[in-house]
């Protein structure tokens, strides 16, 4: 102790000061995010023979449009490889995939590279690389653009074209326009900007993942959605290994995003419509 007294209006200058600092910055209030969408990612599978991980979730799969389809929402559905060579061997599912294109929902691409980004072997590689020296790998299934002419295959057969993929940079496919990059909830929340991957122009957004593993990103992306601006997108990402173990927060999710009234859009509709209204730098 100093033995220093305030005086009351000094007093009432710190209690001020204590107040604001408990109040939440200006910055993290939030307006609602200029727009929202909801990436399903289909994933390659380890595990058993070929294409038997797309056979086991394929009605998962259904089931998720047809909730989606419910609420309004509009999805953006990356595939793996592995689950364009799926749908393409029966007639019956590409009318399906027809179908959902027809609803407003979008094909995507989902890329798992041999590596990681920390240089790291991915278990889940769906044996596509440009990079050369995995000819002789017991998983290599070809370069990018054979894996593209698969994706292209699928993509053409409901008159459309691949615009978005969630890939990295150095597998990036010719004519794709659209990246969508994260995972953390703190990836959810960008404002959409451009960058060059293998001199095409890209226009990256975030997305950050409904976990069914971890309950509590629901609420987090909650309060993340919260402290979203204008100018920012609102990306959300669940597999369909999460849908099919937790349907219910899936579906809590599309609630949430109806009660909110934000604008909801597949990746190519959200980015095309930002690119009109914002300035994208
Ligand atoms: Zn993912
Ligand atoms: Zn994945």
Known sequence: MTGYKLR????KKIF???KKAKKPKK???GEGPFATFFIVHLEVGTQGPPLKWQEMYWHTLVNLVNLADKYGMKLTLEFCPQWAEYILKDSYKVDQVRLWHSKGHEIALHHHPYYRLDGTEFLGWD?????PGFESHPKYQGT???MMKLMDQLAEAINDKILTACCIENDWPEGVIYKTDGHLISH???KPRKIRHRDVKVTIVGMGLLDTRRPETLSQLKGEFAKAKKDETFGVVTHEFNFASSPNLVEDWFKFVRETGVKEDTI???IQS???KMKLV
Do not use: L
């Open 268 to 270: 190519r509709n959200v």
């Open 8 to 11: 009351g209006s000094e007093t």
């Open 188 to 190: 959810a929340r960008i």
């Open 16 to 18: 001020k000061a204590i």
């Open 274 to 276: 930002y690119n009109e």
């Open 27 to 29: 910055e993290e209030e």
């Open 127 to 131: 044996g596509y690389t440009n990079t």
């Open 144 to 146: 990018i653009e054979i």
